[in-house]
């Protein structure tokens, strides 16, 4: 079964650093471009960082540049986020995406709350 499951949300407080990991099973993820989204409530998801099978090329949101990395360890068929610096807009839902030609799959996201 290809399922891809997201720990390490939670509440935090703001300026604090949250580290989340996704990890897929039922595939091999090397071959698939592994990306964060997020969905705030009342908006639009929106592509938070992404990072190519090989791990050298990554990407990220201008609202995240500087304060989050995404990092890859396809031995252990797993996807991280490492976020610092949290302000409380960056509160929602975060899943992670896996792609590779025709092949999408969507974790079931977790909840990320920056609040004081």
């Known amino acids: 079964q290809v399922q891809l499951v997201e720990f390490g949300g939670g509440l935090v407080q703001p300026g604090g650093s949250l580290r989340l990991s996704c990890t897929a099973s039922?595939?091999?993820?090397?071959?698939?471009?592994m990306s964060w989204y997020r969905q705030a409530p009342g908006k639009e998801r929106e592509l938070v960082a992404a990072?190519?099978?090989?791990?050298?090329?990554?990407n990220y949101a201008d609202s995240v540049k500087g304060r989050f990395t995404i990092s890859r360890d396809n031995a252990k068929n797993t996807v991280y986020l490492q976020m610092n610096s949290l302000k409380p807009e960056d509160t929602a839902v975060y899943s992670c995406?896996?792609?590779?030609?025709?092949?999408?799959?969507w974790g079931q996201g977790t909840q990320v709350t920056v609040s004081s």
């Open positions: 995406k896996a792609e590779w030609s025709t092949n999408n799959y």
């Open positions: 039922g595939f091999t993820c090397s071959r698939y471009v």
């Open positions: 990072i190519t099978s090989g791990g050298r090329i990554t």
